[in-house]
């Protein structure tokens, strides 16, 4: 059994004050048959009233209203999340478990994973890397998915902020570089250029001193569900090459990062914004005290108090601008 603490803070900062602010976030870890949220608080700077929904595809979602003039937004999400014990994924599956996935998908709802949607579209770059890792159906589909998770770990070297949020998935397939994101949007397109009904996975990545994983450890992670025959849905994580497993804390899923930004706004105001995300995932065998508030680190602490600081001068209110958070 594992138990992880997590600590998420995100701060958008604006150059002049803005008079209101609208804000969704996606930072709640999902209860599911591998892990269950056992606590989660979510603070923010300047206060305000938070309600919560969850959507159509079951995820958390917390949103708010600032309604006052204010140059700074802290957001502080805490919670406390149990892993259950995964079985190890079989190295592969009986030659009649494509005909076995063609069936579950028919008998099931799953044409949302299977369509192309917004980042993860068949583009020409997308259908030239296809034909490069000769990608066809062959041997069974747990074969094919270790593969694919293993060809894009070695084809894309991992480049914090080679992309944007709205990068098209052909900039980081032709320039062989980019984040979770784009890693995650690639083999998303791939497997459902096979017929296998893929999802992407939003959430947190735990490592520990002898782990060597690729991805920015002080950041949120992305990664692959797969629909696999007799198996349900599997975790991929081809930025790391990894099965998605204990160290794995889902917050999230749906069919590309459009569906599960952790944040995603509007505000009115003429400003530019910055934004500056922190996370901390600390890990344990024994359930931590639930009922005590666990601390603010110091360096986190300076932001939300000049978060509580009034606006240095007014602007008036002249256009709506979204914000978002790359993994």
């Not at 949220?37 to 917390?62: A, E, Q």
């Not at 478990?97 to 008998?107: S, Y």
């Not at 994973?113 to 020409?124: G, H, N, R, Y």
């Amino acid at each position: 059994m594992n138990y992880y603490s997590i600590r998420h803070l995100t701060r958008f900062r604006y150059s002049s004050s803005i008079s209101e602010g609208i804000m969704e976030t996606r930072m709640h870890p999902r209860s599911d048959s591998q892990q269950h949220c056992l606590t989660f608080s979510l603070s923010v700077s300047p206060r305000c009233r938070v309600f919560t929904y969850h959507d159509h595809l079951g995820n958390n979602v917390h949103h708010f209203d600032i309604p006052g003039e204010h140059n700074q937004l802290v957001i502080i999400a805490e919670s406390v999340v149990e892993q259950q014990p995964v079985p190890d994924l079989p190295q592969s599956l009986t030659p009649n478990a494509w005909a076995e996935l063609d069936q579950t998908v028919r008998a099931g709802d799953y044409w949302e994973m299977l369509l192309p949607s917004t980042f993860a579209v068949e583009t020409p770059a997308l259908l030239e890397l296809a034909a490069e890792l000769d990608l066809k159906r062959r041997d069974d589909p747990v074969s094919l998915a270790r593969e694919i998770n293993q060809r894009l770990f070695d084809y894309f070297e991992y480049v914090p902020r080679h992309t944007r949020v709205d990068s098209p998935i052909d900039e980081a397939i032709i320039s062989r570089k980019g984040v979770c994101q784009d890693f995650s949007h690639t083999m998303i397109a791939l497997l459902r250029h096979v017929g296998i009904p893929a999802r992407y996975v939003s959430g947190y990545l735990y490592r520990a001193s002898g782990d060597h994983d690729r991805s920015t450890p002080d950041a949120t992670h992305a990664w692959v569900d797969a629909l696999l025959p007799g198996l349900g849905w599997v975790g991929f994580d081809p930025t790391n090459n990894l099965i998605a497993q204990h160290r794995h804390i889902r917050t999230a899923v749906g069919r590309d990062y459009a569906d599960v930004p952790p944040t995603h706004g509007i505000f009115r105001g003429k400003t530019q914004s910055d934004l500056y995300v922190a996370v901390r995932v600390e890990a344990g065998d024994r359930l931590p005290a639930l009922e005590r508030k666990a601390p603010i680190p110091e360096d986190w602490s300076v932001l939300v108090e000049r978060a509580q600081e009034p606006p240095t001068r007014q602007t008036p209110a002249h256009k709506l601008q979204q914000m978002q958070q790359q993994q």
